[in-house]
């Protein structure tokens, strides 16, 4: 709990940026399958959802290069040691909502691949509308994943679980995205290095 009254303020403007994300690739999503509606869809769905995804782990790096860069002056100010799990842990504490979500759904897949189908049904579409909001972003490539492993939503018992999973799974370019820009962020080192004004050595 000490971690989150320290950081809850970075910790909500990353989920913040999610949700603003989820709700602009909602919009492309909408857009694309009203103008693909007699055609096949899948193509530009996945393009606007990479797109989506791309845009929104630019976000995330940019913001946790930011509190990185922030956390160095103050470490710097007082001498104290870097931890390099911080990046991470404002992740995992940002992504929290989506892994309850994921949790329910993966339980409802779960039961469904047990043979309990209406309870395990219901379960999964509990944490499934909540979830797909959130991850909007991914709808084209999850989509598209799905339909590559060949599944079927009515025959398949796996379909549910494997479903819950790919949400699962969606969270990790986040983590992995903020924990790194953090890190660069606290060192003080840029993907692209800062262009020197003319003269300077």
Known sequence: MEFW??????????FVIQIGIAIFGLVLSFAVMT?????SDWLPLLMVSIFSVLFYLFLLYSVAWEIGGKDRLKLDAVHTEFKGSTGIFLALFAEIPNFLFDLVMLIGGILVRAGATVGGSRTFGVGYAPSN???SMYTGIIRNLLTATGLSQDASPSYY??????????????????GFGYWMGVNEKRIIPAKRPEGGK
Request: aromatic fraction near 14%.
């Open 5 to 14: 009254k320290k950081h809850s303020y970075q910790i909500v403007r990353l």
């Open 35 to 39: 103008a693909f509606r007699n055609r």
């Open 133 to 135: 909001f959130l991850n």
């Open 161 to 178: 679980l494997v479903a819950a999973l790919f949400f699962l799974a969606s969270t990790v370019p986040a983590i992995l995205t903020i």
